[in-house]
């Protein structure tokens, strides 16, 4: 997996498509992009057939994107997630702060109450535990988008979901203390009953992601579109224009996110488990993918990912 900051083309700079702009089986003089950027279609590479022209109009919002002559998009700052020291296993004895890698910055769930909406947040400090006092837990007030900022009041009882280099965990805390200067933030007991969450935890998310594939098992290596319908951090669903491939084929794949501000990009291989051979309308079909030996930094990316959708 490769971190990067890097510029991504702008549909505020380029022009929408119409189905009749876009050439069948010839190379493209331009990029396609999504609304939002992502990259759909190469300069030089070409829609191959009808089908997957259809497939990109109902499938995504194509915009025309031309080079601007820049150097922009090769001119990036590479960072690497690299591990810290070697982790012990935390699974081995009792859970503590101490030994489940949770540090500054990392990013929480945190719910008020049993089954209700999870709120965004983030680690900023811990204090120094004493003779006659716990360690505390510093955090951001709690906010999830299109919602006001969670208020909570001093002796409140909080769930948190911790995403750690190392696995995902959950706890309990009491808010010890509730501050408005000089920002806004919130002082937690320490955690109390730390469990790590295992992979059937996850549930995979709703999402419209592009993706780029081909089929590794055949001898026809072309990449073609696809659409990611749902994904959690060990497969997805991939809807595609012409579902060729058979059970267990293996297709290399190639995704883009953000996550933490970062852009990711993921290349790997996948297995298809299900082929589904035509959608409702009776076109186009997709493939139920399990992800095969996905790096540990690519796989925190994804839960990363679905921790900000919550």
Known sequence: MTAEVSVLPSPSTSSRLLPNEVPVGEPLAWSIVSVDGALLFEAGSAVPNEATRSFLFENFEPYRFEEAGTDNANDSTQTNHANEGSPEDESSGHLTLDNIGLKIGARLGLRAAPGSAMYSSRIIGFSTPGARRARAVFITQPVISGHQPLDLARGEQVELVALTSRSVFQFACTVNAVCHEPFHYLVLSEPGNIRRLRARKFV?????????????????????????????????????????????????????????????????????????DHDARGVNGAYGLEFEKLEPSQRIALKSLMAEQV
């Open 204 to 276: 995979r998310m709703t999402t419209r992601m592009p993706a780029h594939f081909f089929n590794a098992s055949s001898e026809e290596h072309t990449p073609q579109l696809g659409l990611i319908r749902d994904i959690s951090p060990f497969g997805m669903s991939l809807a595609v224009a012409e579902p060729n491939a058979k059970l267990d084929d293996r297709l290399r794949l190639s995704f883009r996110f953000n996550t933490d501000d970062t852009d990711v990009n993921i290349d790997c291989d996948a297995i298809v488990r299900h082929v589904q």
